[in-house]
């Protein structure tokens, strides 16, 4: 359901059970989607300790972020955004175009 979901589970028997997710990730790089929300929508449904969602860097990123907010606010644990630099324009030197924000509640 997520593109990186890190859990800690327990053996019993032959069957492996999750106990406890720790982070779920979510990512949208495409510049051309309007709707990060319908992404960002799936950090809502996890039940992660920590949650965070990557996206293109944007030229307005408050925009962005007054956007997610609301689903931000629905979502259990703490809530992280990092807007990094489109794939596009990856050239090893992007450390510094590294956005990050948490979501307070």
Same mark, same amino acid.
Request: hydrophobic letters at 40%.
């Given at each position: 359901?997520? +593109?990186?979901? =890190?859990?800690?589970?327990?053996?019993?028997? &032959?069957?492996?059970? #999750?106990? &406890?997710?720790?982070?779920?990730? &979510?990512?949208? =790089?495409?510049?051309?989607?309007?709707?990060? $929300?319908?992404? /960002?929508?799936?950090? $809502? =449904?996890?039940?992660?300790?920590?949650?965070? /969602? $990557?996206?293109?860097?944007?030229?307005?990123?408050?925009? #962005?972020?007054?956007? #997610? &907010?609301?689903?931000?606010?629905?979502?259990?644990?703490?809530? /992280?955004?990092? #807007?990094?630099?489109?794939? +596009?324009?990856?050239?090893?030197?992007?450390?510094?175009?590294?956005?990050?924000?948490? /979501?307070?509640?």
């Amino acid at each position: 359901m997520h +593109d990186i979901t =890190l859990s800690r589970s327990v053996q019993i028997g &032959e069957l492996w059970y #999750l106990t &406890e997710v720790l982070w779920q990730v &979510e990512s949208e =790089l495409a510049l051309d989607r309007p709707d990060p $929300v319908h992404d /960002f929508n799936k950090l $809502v =449904l996890g039940s992660a300790h920590h949650k965070l /969602f $990557v996206a293109s860097m944007v030229p307005e990123p408050e925009n #962005l972020l007054r956007t #997610l &907010e609301p689903a931000a606010a629905r979502c259990t644990g703490r809530v /992280f955004l990092a #807007l990094i630099p489109h794939p +596009d324009h990856w050239d090893g030197n992007t450390a510094g175009g590294v956005r990050t924000w948490q /979501f307070r509640r």
